[in-house]
């Protein structure tokens, strides 16, 4: 699987969109792009993903870079509870079971 | 509703005394997973298994042993537990219609300390 990077840290005011790059240079053509997040110790919780049209749903949409090198995901309204840990992560179509998670992006809120 | 369940969320032992983590999930979900969780080095994978006797090692299976016996359970096993395997562990679960399109569903997480 692709390797992702992503800022450590990001701050988004309350109310505006939160856009949190990452970065997937090596992606190949069979790899979907995925996003999850982790707020405190929880379990990460699945947001959203997509292969290389821009997609949307009830939470968030995802932009995909015409190369697919780089991918962007949008909060449209950050609020609070939208203060957590963004996972970015490749995954290959029909592949093995191995799931690699990067860092992430720690997201703050802030009213 | 559709969930993954660990068992227990906490647990304080001692080095040395064989300890099993379970996880359950009723979505008949093919795909399974173990994590562990420490602070600066994010998610890592333990073990992962396709379905129901097929299981392979992850990056970090050292220390661990996994069992896939049925489709709903794939319990995290460790024999000899070291200090070092203090840590938060997490269990997933995917469909694996339409193989990789499908996204993990995690449960709530094993708080497991080692003295």
């Known amino acids: 699987d692709a390797k992702t990077t992503q800022p450590t840290s990001m701050d988004c005011a309350e109310g505006r969109a939160a856009n949190l790059p990452c970065n997937h240079s090596t992606i190949s053509g069979n790899e979907y792009v995925y996003w999850y997040r982790q707020i405190h110790s929880q379990g990460p919780q699945y947001i959203i993903h997509?292969?290389?049209n821009n997609e949307t749903n009830e939470m968030a949409s995802l932009i995909i870079t015409e190369d697919r090198k780089s991918s962007t995901l949008i909060l449209p309204h950050a609020t609070l509870r939208d203060t957590a840990v963004y996972y970015c992560?490749?995954?290959?179509?029909?592949?093995?079971?191995?799931?690699?998670f990067g860092d992430g992006t720690t997201l703050t809120v802030k009213p | 509703e559709a969930q993954v369940t660990q068992n227990p969320r906490y647990l304080i032992t001692v080095t040395g005394k064989k300890l099993t983590v379970t996880c359950s999930q009723n979505?008949?979900?093919?795909?399974m997973s173990w994590y562990r969780q420490d602070p600066g080095l994010g998610l890592r994978q333990i073990y992962y298994s396709m379905n129901v006797e097929v299981t392979d090692k992850g990056d970090v299976p050292e220390g661990y042993k996994v069992s896939r016996k049925e489709k709903r359970n794939f319990p995290l096993i460790l024999e000899s537990p070291s200090p070092n395997q203090t840590s938060l562990y997490f269990c997933?679960?995917?469909?694996?219609?339409?193989?990789?399109?499908?996204?993990?569903?995690f449960g709530d997480g094993t708080r497991l300390s080692i003295l």
């Open positions: 979505m008949n979900h093919e795909y």
């Open positions: 997509g292969l290389k």
């Open positions: 992560i490749v995954r290959v179509v029909g592949g093995a079971g191995k799931s690699t």
């Open positions: 997933a679960s995917r469909s694996r219609t339409g193989e990789s399109n499908q996204p993990q569903h």
